[in-house]
C-alpha cells in the first residue's frame, strides 16, 4: 500500500511569464538588425558579435516562450507528470546555443588579435550606449518573471548581451580616444569568457535535473535521518528525490512501522515535515509494516539491495549426481 500526495492535483503551473518572454523577443530582433548593420559598417567585431549574440537571443527566447507555454498545459494520460520540465530542455537548448555562439566570437578575436583592422569608435560608442541602455531595459523585463531554470536561461542570454554592448562601448571610446584596434577583439575575449562560464552551470543544473539528481539545496541524508527520527517510524529506505520541473521537487520512500494501524495519522505527521522543513509536497509514501521485513534498521543511504543468488551449473551438478565411486 503506497500513499502518494502532491499539493496540487493538477501538475500544470503557471511557470515563468510567456507575455514578458514574448516582448523580450520582438525588441531583441528588431535591435539586432540595427546592430548587426553599424557593426558591419564600422566593422567593429564587438559590435557585431553583440548583434549575433542577440539573434542567438532572440532564438533562445523563443524557445524559453513555448516552453513557458507548453510548461502551462495540464497533464495527460501520456504526460501524467505534465509539461513542466519542458522548460528544463529549452534551457538545455539554450546553454548548448550560448556555448556556440562564445566559441565563435572567441575564433573571430583570436584572428582578429593576429590581423587587427580599423575600426569606427563613434559609431560603435554611440550604438553600443544604446544597445546597453536596451538590454538593461530588457533584463528588467524578465526579471519581473518567476525565476525558473528556463528564465534563468534567458536571463543568462540577455547579460551576455549587456556584456556585449559594454565590451563594445569600452571599445569604441579606447579606439576614438588612443587608436588602439586590438581593444576591441580583447574585450571580446572577456565576454567570451563569462559566457562560457554561464553557460556551462546552466547546462550543468539542466543535465542535472533531466538525470533526476537531488535537488542541490537538498541533502539526502538529512531528510532521510529527519523522516527516520519522526516517532512512529522504525527505518526509512528506498528515499528518492528529485525535481519535477523548476519549484516542484517530489519524494518516494518506504517506511518501516510497527502496524499499518498507525498509518494514518504516521503518515499525515510525515507530509506535514516534509512540507514545513524541506518544501516537498509531491510525496509517495510505501509503509512496511515490521511483519513484512526480515528486521529493523533505521535510515542507511549505503543500504542496497542484496546481490541475486549465484547462479548453478545445471550441467556441473549432473555431472556430480551421476559420478560412482570406484
Do not use: K
Not at 576614438?176 to 572577456?190: E, F, K, Q, S, Y
Amino acid at each position: 500500500m503506497a500513499s502518494h500526495s502532491h499539493a496540487h492535483h493538477d501538475h500544470a503551473h503557471a511557470g515563468p511569464d510567456a507575455h514578458h518572454l514574448t516582448w523580450a523577443t520582438g525588441l531583441t530582433l528588431a535591435f539586432a538588425a540595427i546592430e548587426a548593420g553599424v557593426g558591419y559598417w564600422g566593422n567593429s567585431l564587438a559590435l557585431m558579435g553583440d548583434a549575433g549574440h542577440m539573434v542567438t537571443d532572440a532564438g533562445s527566447l523563443v524557445l524559453a516562450t513555448m516552453a513557458a507555454h507548453l510548461a502551462r498545459r495540464p497533464a495527460s494520460v501520456q504526460h501524467s507528470y505534465g509539461f513542466g520540465r519542458a522548460e528544463v530542455v529549452a534551457a538545455l537548448a539554450n546553454s548548448l546555443l550560448m556555448l556556440a555562439l562564445a566559441l565563435a566570437l572567441l575564433a573571430g578575436a583570436v584572428q582578429r588579435l593576429q590581423h587587427p583592422a580599423p575600426v569606427q569608435g563613434g559609431a560603435v560608442l554611440a550604438v553600443a550606449a544604446v544597445g546597453l541602455a536596451f538590454n538593461l531595459g530588457v533584463l528588467a523585463l524578465l526579471l519581473r518573471g518567476q525565476r525558473t531554470l528556463n528564465i534563468r536561461a534567458a536571463i543568462l542570454h540577455v547579460l551576455g548581451d549587456a556584456l556585449g554592448s559594454v565590451a563594445a562601448l569600452v571599445s569604441g571610446a579606447v579606439i576614438l580616444a588612443t587608436g588602439w584596434m586590438r581593444i576591441d577583439p580583447l574585450l571580446t575575449l572577456v565576454s567570451c569568457a563569462l559566457l562560457l562560464a554561464g553557460s556551462v552551470r546552466v547546462l550543468r543544473e539542466g543535465l542535472h535535473v533531466v538525470m533526476e539528481g537531488v535537488p542541490g539545496h537538498l541533502d539526502l541524508d538529512a531528510v532521510g535521518r529527519a523522516l527516520a527520527a519522526t516517532p512512529g517510524v522504525r527505518g526509512i529506505h528506498d528515499l528518492h528525490i528529485w525535481t519535477l520541473s523548476s519549484g516542484h521537487i517530489a519524494l518516494s520512500a518506504h517506511v518501516d512501522l510497527d502496524t499499518l494501524e498507525e498509518w494514518s495519522a504516521l503518515l499525515g505527521r510525515l507530509r506535514y515535515l516534509l512540507s514545513e522543513r524541506f518544501d516537498i509536497h509531491h510525496v509517495t509514501l510505501q509503509p512496511e509494516p515490521q511483519a513484512w521485513t526480515l528486521r529493523r534498521m533505521p535510515y542507511d543511504p549505503a543500504r542496497r539491495a542484496p546481490p541475486p543468488p549465484a547462479a548453478t551449473d545445471p550441467h556441473r551438478e549432473s555431472r556430480h549426481e551421476h559420478r560412482h565411486p570406484h
